[in-house]
Structures are given as structure tokens and as C-alpha cells.
């Protein structure tokens, strides 16, 4: 039997490098393929190869061992290739079934939308799938998971037998995570093939028959699922044996460095996001905030950081009282740092230089500034000396910051906020879609900083991240925290259902 | 809205191919009205760089634009859209003409930079309120912007008309009296259009570079510009930052106005400086809104319009027409990547690719 999908020797060249070289995949029909590899080893450029939306400079690409063009997404649809993107391409105002058959709409013979049978046809498609929907409701409304349900069955609906899936798990609660993963067995069942993309091993070892490793643009490994181990794919990953666990001294914990009480926040529909958060951080320790995003966590930092002023309650930095009204300027002034969420609009400026990048937060700082003046070339030499240390892979710090990948992006911001030695450091989702080396790297510096004795504030949705690195865990549940454990006596899964909001575990 | 403030620097390949484009559209209408394509673009080619007097013409009307110019490209670093500088500039300079009609008591010495100094108040009040708007009110600043140009040019109009006419005019023309003569700059060499006035051009410019790449405002000006979000986060303080940007370009419009006044007219006149603000922002646009960028983009400009008048005055070929010419070219300069897309590029290339291969063949053979 052909292979459902077969990129033979895809080369894909951009100028200044090479994301595919030689690669081939095979993916049989009927089986779930994992595609895994760090940041930058070119699994996206390999997948939007065969989603028609990139030209491979050589190679082919066999559907269903025919040999195919694909010049653009259309082409790749028509030959039944679905890709559930990792950001999601809904429209938030429109009805679920309005969503899924945007791509092909169900018309009345006047040309007119017949909702009532596009309705019928997502409900049907849904059972047939096992992926119930209401397709009435409001796609805006939907949590996360459901909406991802919503993107599935878009695509299904367009006919595809091939799926790629661009890292769907990491959005999802462990309880959502396995129920998708359950969604792809089925999917497979009725013969569909899943290319599915992660970086997360173990749902890797959970659901995929195959596994192929990309490093550097090559591919380095070919394995059965059951043939394979954890550890082997991970040193097919990073050319290296690796340890998962990041080495850690007890914490010192000494005086209380950030304090918040009593914090409320609405947001500007009038929703509340934070309801009576109180909390404390000491010197030397880290805190972990674990819990799905859109539960509080964003507006908790931006209220902490001076992001937003329309909040109540106190914060108390060090001995410095923190004033509503203080801007972030203030606050970094009082020791705070943050390595934020959303690193491409307010961790960084793509569109501005590495060098204008570094010297963001640091326009007090007297290696390179005097009053009024910044000296470009001595914030070079600080830079550069900073990014080495930090490993951070550019080309010239004249570079845009765009140019570097999202790990050595990220990288780089954590570079550049630890260099203003913050007595606070604010670290959010701090290895989000960052390679494992690059994750490692994070991980160590961070519990370096909370060994010279600062106070770090961790929130992550990624639950081995928060277990792994925090001191004390708080869980937040709808703009509150429903509890505080401890992560070294209890259960990745006990966190889970706290998230979830079913109150449990133990203060 | 999402702009992007730092465009890819228009390099000589586009230059080239967009002047070339542009002329050649040039060419066909020119021939299609009738007239004589080479003689036309032969004059506009001489009255811009054909002697030194033409030269020093084409310097003098590159000398606004770098006033305005510089005023649109600051206020684009830092993200807002100043379409209102020809209010600005209005403003400000009837504001120093009124200094200089009153005070012909005072030295040179003082009357001229008091006079800047007014224009330069004027002007940034002027801007003042679409900054306002944007930062305070929260809406657009480009409609309140481009409102205050009518305002400012009929009301400067109002004010010359009732209360400073100059004398022996009955309305038919709306101008001042002459400013007092110690402000009144002398061209640099008699028979020559140019004035002192291009050095204050260029220190304008000039303080515009210290400030993108010394200071720490610029910085923050920049930042603002390019990402508000991320310079929010790093603790600037945004809506100062584009109130500020704008009286600064507010400033340097009223500036410029009054700058061509004691250079040039030495009144004020109704109309006295036909579009300088939009010819400004265009200036800025060229030049990527970079200080050296929207230098030559100034004097691009300038030798255009220097042309163009010379087409105008020795040619049967009306300024109308002169103008479409000028403006084809500019259209296709600000059309980046068209050297790209004609095919020029990969000429250029090939030519580079060729020319160094011969080197090399010349090297062995040596």
C-alpha cells in the first residue's frame, strides 16, 4: 500500500540558511506520525511545504504514492490535506457552524447561506467524529479546547484524510490533553493519517505509531513508536544524551520581596479577572502560578508590572510601597523584572534592532548611558558579553529582532532582564514554544537567580514546568486562587484538577 | 491601526529604476500632448543642476523641505502622523512675521531668534491639539491634523485681511508689510536664490540625527514609534512621548515658515509656501524617515521643483504638466520594491556576477 503522505528529499532554502535539506517523511495511512525536533530544526517549514503554503526548492511530494504540485493551500485541501493551526484560525463572532463551512459554504439555490442544514451537517459531523458541538454557539464563547474541537472539524469538513496538527497541545489542561489525544485514536481508526507536531515526549509515546526527528533541518532519526524511548528521541533532538531534571538546592527562602493583597481587577467589558488575589514571594524562592491561560495569570502581571493602573488592592515591593498610579517605570525602578508572555509585541520590537532590544528597561544604566545620552557602541559591547553568556544565536546586533527564532528570542529577553539584576523577576510562560535545550537553559538561569537570593514569580500553563522548578505552587481558577501545594507531595494530576476548578489538593 | 515605522530603506537600485520609470512615463505623455520629450526633460535636467545658479535654486527649495521634511519624519518615528504640517507652519510663521513687523526697533541679533522662537511656540501649539486628541481623547490624529491646515491657512488669511495689510494694497493681495530689515537674510552671492537659511536647514537635520542616534529620547521616541506595547513595558512613557514628538514637529514646521520668510519673502503672503508641509511628508516617506534619508529626499525634491519651474519657463510645457512629471517619479520611488519586480535586480546582479567574473578571469590572466 502507498504511503498516505511521502516527501521525498524536500530541500527548502531561505536566504542565509537551509530549514530542510534532504528531508523525507513517510506517513502511512491509517497511523499517527509524530514530526518533532527544537525550535528552528524546521518541522514548520517542512509541514507548510506540504500544506502548499512554501515551494521546496528540490524534492517531491507523493499523495497517496501520486506524485503532486502543491502551489498553495487550495492545492493542498483539494488533495485532502488539513492543517489544524496552532493558533487558532477562528472567527470569534461568528457561530460555530458559520466557522466550519467558511471554507465551503452550504448554499439554498438563490445563492443564500442554508444555516439550518449546515447546522445539521456540523451536528452530524461532529457524533460522526465523536467530537460533539453545538453549532449554534458563538465561537468567542467556546473555552479553548472546544474551539480547537471547532478548527478539527473544519477541517475534516473540507475533506482531508490527512491532518497536521501544529502543536494542539499546548493550549489544554492534562484532563483536555488526554481527551484529544483520545480524539486522534479515533481519527485514526477511521483511517485518517495525523502528522502531529510537539515537543512534549510523552504524548509523543502515548499516541504515534511513527516518529521522525529533525534537527538542524536534517532528519536525524526514523523510529517505531515502540521500538523507541524517551530518552533516545530526546538526544535525537539535541544531538546529546540530556537529563530532564534541573538540578536544584532546597530553597533558602529569606525575607518577603513581593507582597500583593487583596487585588481586584475588571477588565474593560466589566468582567471580572482578578478577585481578591493575595500572595507573597521571599527572597530565594520560586513561586509558581500554575493554571490553564485566560484564568487571571495575564492580568495578575500586568497588573504587578504597572501594564494596567485600573486595578485595587496593594502591592508592596521589597520595603517600597507600590502606588496604583506607578507606570512601569517605577516599578523596574523598585527591582522589578519581567520576562513576558507575549514575547513578540511586549517582550521585544521585531522590527527594531537586537542592540535597541537589549537597551530597552536599561536607559539608567551607567556602563552605557550618561544623563540625557546612550552610547550605542558601549551597549554593543554589553550586549554582546550578555548574549554570549547566554548563548543567544544572531548574526549582528544590527539585526532585526524578528529575525531571530522564538527559543533565541526568548533567550535573549531573559538575557536581557536578568542583566538588570532584578530583586522581582516576573517570568511568564518562560518556555513557551522554546526548544528543550533552550527550556534547560531558561530553567538553570532562573534557579541561579533565586540561589543568589531574588524572589521569582513563575507562571506557566505547562504543569511539569511549574512542578519541576517552583518551591511553593498556587493555582488559579478563574481570576482566584483556589490553593497552594507543594509540589514535591503531589501529583501532577492533583494540579490538574485544581486547574480545572474542582477544588482538591491541600494549602 | 499597525503601521510600520522603520520602511526598508530605498536603496540605488530603486532610485534608478523609479527615475527611470518615471521619466519615461514622462517621456510618452509629454510626446503624446505634443510636445518635444527631450527638450523638456533636457531643461528640467539644466534648471535643476545645469550651473551653479540653477544648483543653488534647486538648493533653495530643498531648504523648506528640510524643515518639513524632518518635522514629518520625527513625528513617524514616533508613531504619530503629523498631516498638519502646513497648519503648523502657517501658524508659526505669521505669528514671527508679526514679531518682525512690530519689533523694527530690535537688533538683528535678538529679532531673529525671537522670531524663530515665536514660530517655533506657535507651531508646536498648533500641533498641540491633534496630539491632544490622540493621547487624551483617544482618537485619531490625523483628521484633527489635516482640519487645522484649513483652519490655520483662512485664518492667517483673516488676520493678514483686518488687522496687519500692508499698506497701499485694497485686499487684492493678502500680504504683511515687509519684517524689519535687520531680519531680513541676503542671499549668499548676489544673483543667487540661496540664503544662510540652508545652514539652519541643515543644523535642523542634523539635530534630528543626534537625536535618533545620541540620545535617550530619540530612543524613546523611536521605541514608542515601533512597538508602544514593548516600550510600555520597558517603561517609557508612551503618551509622552507622542505629545512631545508632536510639538517638536509642530515646532520645526512653524520653523521652517518662518525661516522662508526672512529668507525669501520677507512677509507674509496668502499662499506664500504651496504645499511645503505635504511636500514635506513626502520628503519624509523617501527617506525612510531617516535623518540622512530624508536629506537627499530634500533635495531631490528641491532640484525637482527647480526643474520643473525652469520647464515651466522655457518650454511651451505648463507647470501642470511639470508637475505630473515630478510627481510620476516620486510615485515610483516610494514603490520600493519595484527594481524588484521590473526585472532590475536580477540585471544588476547578473552585471555584478559578470563584472566581478572578468576581474577574476583578468586576475588569472595577469
Known amino acids: ?132 458541538v453545538n453549532p449554534k454557539a458563538f465561537v468567542k464563547d467556546l473555552p479553548v479546547a472546544m474551539q480547537q474541537r471547532v478548527e ?11 491532518l497536521i496538527m501544529d502543536e494542539p497541545t499546548a493550549v489544554l489542561t492534562p484532563q483536555e490533553i488526554q481527551g484529544l489525544l483520545n480524539t486522534l485514536l479515533l481519527l485514526k481508526e477511521k483511517g485518517k493519517s495525523i502528522i502531529l507536531i510537539t515537543h512534549k515526549l510523552r504524548e509523543l509515546m502515548s499516541v504515534t505509531d511513527d516518529i521522525t526527528v529533525l534537527r538542524g533541518g536534517v532528519v536525524t532519526g526514523v523510529v517505531k513508536t515502540s521500538e523507541a524511548s524517551e530518552k533516545r528521541i530526546a538526544s535525537m533532538m539535541v544531538g546529546k544524551e540530556i537529563s530532564f531534571e534541573v538540578p536544584k538546592d532546597v530553597a533558602k527562602p529569606g525575607e518577603e520581596v513581593l507582597k500583593a493583597e487583596h487585588l481586584y481587577y475588571q477588565d474593560k467589558f466589566g468582567v471580572t479577572m482578578l478577585n481578591d488575589v493575595s500572595f507573597t514571594v521571599r527572597k530565594g524562592e520560586i513561586l509558581g502560578i500554575a493554571g490553564v491561560q485566560g484564568n487571571g495569570q495575564t492580568e495578575l502581571i500586568e497588573v504587578l508590572s504597572g501594564m494596567t493602573t485600573r486595578y485595587q488592592g496593594r502591592i508592596v515591593f521589597g520595603d517600597r510601597e507600590i502606588r496604583q498610579s506607578d507606570l512601569p517605570l517605577k516599578r523596574r525602578e523598585a527591582g522589578l523584572g519581567h520576562i513576558p508572555e507575549d514575547r513578540q509585541t511586549m517582550g521585544a520590537a521585531l522590527a527594531a534592532t537586537l542592540l535597541e532590544n537589549f537597551i530597552m528597561g536599561g536607559l539608567s544604566d551607567l556602563e552605557y548611558t550618561s544623563p540625557g545620552m546612550i552610547s550605542y557602541s558601549k551597549a554593543a559591547t554589553v550586549a554582546k558579553g550578555q548574549y554570549e553568556h547566554f548563548d543567544v544565536k544572531y548574526a549582528s546586533l544590527g539585526e532585526p529582532a524578528g529575525a531571530l527564532s522564538g527559543g533565541n528570542l526568548q533567550k535573549a529577553i531573559v538575557a536581557r532582564e536578568i542583566y538588570r539584576n532584578p530583586q522581582i523577576l516576573i517570568a511568564a510562560q518562560p518556555s513557551r514554544g522554546v526548544d528543550i535545550g533552550a527550556t534547560m537553559f531558561i530553567h538553570e538561569q532562573l534557579i541561579k537567580l533565586r540561589d543568589a537570593g531574588k524572589g521569582i514569580l513563575l507562571v506557566s500553563s505547562e504543569l511539569g514546568e511549574v512542578m519541576s522548578l517552583s518551591d511553593r505552587v498556587i493555582v488559579m481558577y478563574n481570576g482566584a486562587i483556589v490553593g497552594e501545594v507543594d509540589p514535591k507531595n503531589s501529583s501532577e494530576e492533583e494540579l490538574g484538577l485544581m486547574m480545572a476548578g474542582m477544588k482538591g489538593g491541600h494549602s | 491601526m499597525n503601521f510600520e515605522f522603520r520602511q526598508n530603506p530605498i536603496n540605488v537600485r530603486t532610485a534608478l529604476a523609479a527615475i527611470f520609470i518615471g521619466t519615461l512615463i514622462g517621456f510618452v505623455m509629454v510626446t503624446l500632448f505634443g510636445y518635444n520629450p527631450v527638450e523638456v526633460f533636457a531643461t528640467l535636467l539644466k534648471g535643476a543642476f545645469g550651473s551653479a545658479k540653477n544648483i543653488a535654486t534647486s538648493l533653495r527649495w ?73 493621547v487624551k481623547l483617544n482618537g485619531s490624529e490625523i483628521v484633527p491634523a489635516l482640519m487645522m491646515n484649513y483652519v490655520a491657512i483662512h485664518l492667517t488669511d483673516y488676520i493678514v485681511h483686518y488687522y496687519f495689510l500692508a499698506s497701499g494694497t485694497n485686499g487684492d493681495s493678502l500680504k504683511t508689510e515687509r519684517i524689519a530689515e535687520q531680519a531680513q537674510f541676503s542671499p549668499l552671492a548676489s544673483g543667487y536664490q540661496l540664503t544662510g537659511a540652508i545652514f539652519i536647514g541643515l543644523f535642523v537635520v542634523l539635530a534630528f540625527w543626534w537625536l535618533m542616534k545620541k540620545s535617550k529620547l530619540g530612543y524613546g521616541i523611536s521605541m514608542s514609534g515601533m512597538n508602544p506595547t514593548f516600550a510600555r513595558y520597558g517603561g517609557i512613557q508612551v503618551d509622552r512621548m507622542r505629545i512631545l514628538v508632536m510639538l517638536l514637529s509642530g515646532a520645526l514646521a512653524g520653523l521652517g515658515g518662518a525661516v522662508e520668510i526672512m529668507s525669501m519673502r520677507w512677509r507674509f ?72 519586480y521590473i526585472g532590475f535586480d536580477k540585471i544588476a546582479e547578473n552585471l555584478s556576477v559578470l563584472f566581478h567574473f572578468n576581474r577574476k578571469a583578468g586576475e588569472k590572466d595577469a
Open chain 1, 152 to 162: 478539527i472539524l473544519k477541517v475534516l469538513y473540507l475533506g482531508a484524510d490527512i
Open chain 1, 1 to 132: 500500500m502507498a504511503y498516505a503522505v511521502e516527501m521525498r528529499n524536500i530541500t527548502k532554502r531561505f536566504p542565509g540558511v537551509v530549514a530542510n535539506q534532504d528531508v523525507t517523511l513517510q506517513v502511512r495511512w491509517g497511523s499517527i506520525h509524530g514530526l518533532i525536533g527544537e525550535n528552528g530544526a524546521g518541522k514548520t517549514t517542512l509541514m507548510k511545504v506540504l500544506y502548499g503554503m512554501y515551494h521546496p526548492d528540490g524534492g517531491e511530494i507523493l499523495i497517496d504514492g501520486k506524485p503532486v504540485r502543491l502551489k498553495d493551500p487550495k492545492d493542498a485541501i483539494s488533495h485532502s490535506i488539513g492543517m489544524v493551526h496552532q493558533h487558532f484560525t477562528l472567527v470569534g463572532s461568528l457561530t460555530v457552524a458559520q466557522n466550519i463551512i467558511l471554507g465551503k459554504p452550504i448554499c439554498k439555490k438563490t445563492g443564500i447561506l442554508d444555516l439550518d442544514r449546515a447546522n445539521k451537517e456540523v451536528e452530524r459531523l461532529g457524533e460522526e467524529y465523536g467530537l460533539p
Open chain 2, 62 to 134: 530643498a531648504t523648506p523641505l528640510m524643515f518639513t521634511g524632518v518635522a514629518a519624519a520625527l513625528s513617524f518615528r514616533g508613531g504619530m502622523f503629523n498631516f498638519g504640517i502646513d497648519g503648523q507652519l502657517y501658524f508659526g510663521s505669521l505669528a514671527a512675521t508679526i514679531v518682525g513687523v512690530i519689533c523694527t526697533g530690535v537688533p538683528g541679533i535678538i529679532l531673529i531668534p525671537l522670531m524663530m522662537l515665536t514660530s517655533m511656540v506657535c507651531g508646536a501649539l498648533w500641533a498641540f491639539i491633534p496630539a491632544f486628541v490622540r
Open chain 2, 269 to 340: 503672503e496668502s499662499g506664500f509656501a504651496p504645499s511645503f508641509g505635504n511636500d514635506g511628508i513626502l520628503t519624509a516617506l523617501l527617506g525612510s524617515s531617516t535623518p540622512l534619508g530624508t536629506l537627499i529626499g530634500a533635495i531631490f525634491m528641491g532640484a525637482l521643483k527647480s526643474g520643473s519651474l525652469a520647464v515651466e519657463r522655457y518650454t511651451d510645457v505648463s507647470r501642470s504638466l511639470a508637475t505630473v512629471i515630478q510627481g510620476l517619479i516620486i510615485c515610483f520611488v516610494s514603490a520600493r520594491l519595484i527594481s524588484k
